[in-house]
């Protein structure tokens, strides 16, 4: 009996030893961790991975960027002046106030100011749908006018050659959505006051998005057509004027450095030209329309791959705002719940940390998109 009393202490402390602590553990710490420490540089080392892939994807995309520009530098100096600088320079405005905002959010977690982290982070899913609102008008704007990416490329001497007109639409897509904003975030607010913060502070995080994206739109519509007719009056419209006296010529050919429009409408050197003995070339129009006239040196290069590079990358990198926006509302509800501690802030570093590189690859976009010359 006294052998077996003496054992039966012993025979308890595997059991002691292996969950004594998780009675009294943080509910945050996952089963398979032994302390909220270990769970952090885990957590820690695995979004520094996924970053890691992030970067090596985007680096192929700048890569193949890199090439072309190389070969090709003349499609894109003259492509690039379809491109806004203005409302290009205020999303990089917006998204670096949002990345301020997102590394104040951590710090107040790391503080457990739970005001601060929901108000940090709600300001900057505002920024980033006002950074949508504000691609949306770029989008359509060039989509309107003919500018699309390979075979939806149908820009020809400054005409309107695309079927569709969004253009029309954008105004009222404004309208809605800052009336429906506002609305979702009021509603939001008031629950949030009344004893339902998760519900509350998600609704509003909703309402503000909603309401940002409507204010993108007004921003860039309210921009947007100025500086197209600056961009048209410094430098189409003088080309144009160039191409329309030489097209008096019969043996006309693009030269280097004429518009993308001009050059566009014209055959591509030695396709379709009048021979000194004035024969003309054998190649049918159906043909030549499928070359890639617009490219200068008789290229393979033209403006609609420039295009079809800028709409991949933007747009890869607006799928990532997207996903980015609902990765921070995630940290809203968790936060309005107060799950979050000075002890455990891991989602919000992450989330931080994801949110930081979607910023730095549109500092390296804009740049290299925007400002070529």
Do not use: M, Q
């Given at each position: 009996m006294a052998?077996?009393?003496?054992?039966?202490?012993?025979?308890?402390?595997p059991h002691d030893a292996g969950h004594g602590h998780g009675h009294d553990h943080h509910p945050s710490l996952a089963h398979h961790f032994e302390d909220l420490e270990q769970q952090f540089q885990a957590g820690k080392l695995g979004m520094w991975l996924f970053l890691a892939q992030e970067v090596l994807f985007f680096s192929g995309?700048?890569?193949?960027?890199?090439?072309?520009?190389?070969?090709?530098?003349?499609?894109?100096?003259?492509a690039h002046h379809h491109l806004n600088k203005t409302l290009g320079a205020i999303n990089t405005i917006v998204l670096l106030a949002?990345?301020?905002?997102?590394?104040w959010g951590v710090r107040a977690a790391m503080r457990n100011d739970r005001r601060t982290i929901l108000n940090t982070h709600v300001f900057t899913l505002g920024c980033a749908a006002l950074f949508l609102g504000v691609k949306a008008i770029e989008y359509t704007h060039k989509w309107d006018e003919g500018i699309g990416p390979g075979n939806f490329y149908k820009f020809s001497g400054g005409h309107l050659e695309a079927d569709w007109h969004f253009a029309d639409y954008m105004p009222s897509l404004a309208i809605g959505s800052l009336v429906i904003g506002a609305a979702i975030t009021f509603f939001g607010a008031r629950w949030a006051g009344a004893s339902k913060p998760v519900k509350g502070w998600v609704t509003a995080s909703i309402g503000v998005c909603v309401l940002s994206f409507g204010l993108g739109i007004v921003l860039a519509k309210c921009i947007m057509p100025t500086e197209a007719e600056v961009a048209r009056a410094g430098g189409h419209d003088a080309h144009a004027a160039d191409h329309a006296a030489e097209s008096h010529e019969s043996d006309a050919a693009p030269t280097e450095g004429t518009d993308l429009a001009a050059v566009t409408s014209a055959a591509a050197p030695g396709e379709g030209e009048t021979t000194a003995a004035g024969e003309v070339d054998p190649k049918s129009p159906e043909e030549q329309a499928q070359d890639v006239a617009a490219a200068p040196r008789g290229a393979a290069f033209g403006p609609a791959n420039f295009f079809a590079i800028y709409f991949i990358m933007t747009g890869v990198h607006a799928v990532h705002i997207?996903?980015?926006i609902i990765a921070i509302t995630w940290v809203v509800a968790k936060a309005a719940a107060s799950e979050f501690s000075a002890e455990y802030f891991l989602p919000v570093e992450n989330v931080g940390l994801y949110w930081h590189i979607v910023d730095l690859v549109w500092i390296y976009l804009f740049p290299l998109m925007y400002l070529i010359h």
């Open positions: 052998e077996a009393a003496t054992l039966e202490p012993h025979a308890a402390d995309l700048f890569a193949a960027y890199t090439v072309f520009r190389w070969h090709y530098p003349e499609v894109f100096v003259d949002s990345s301020l905002a997102i590394a997207i996903a980015g």
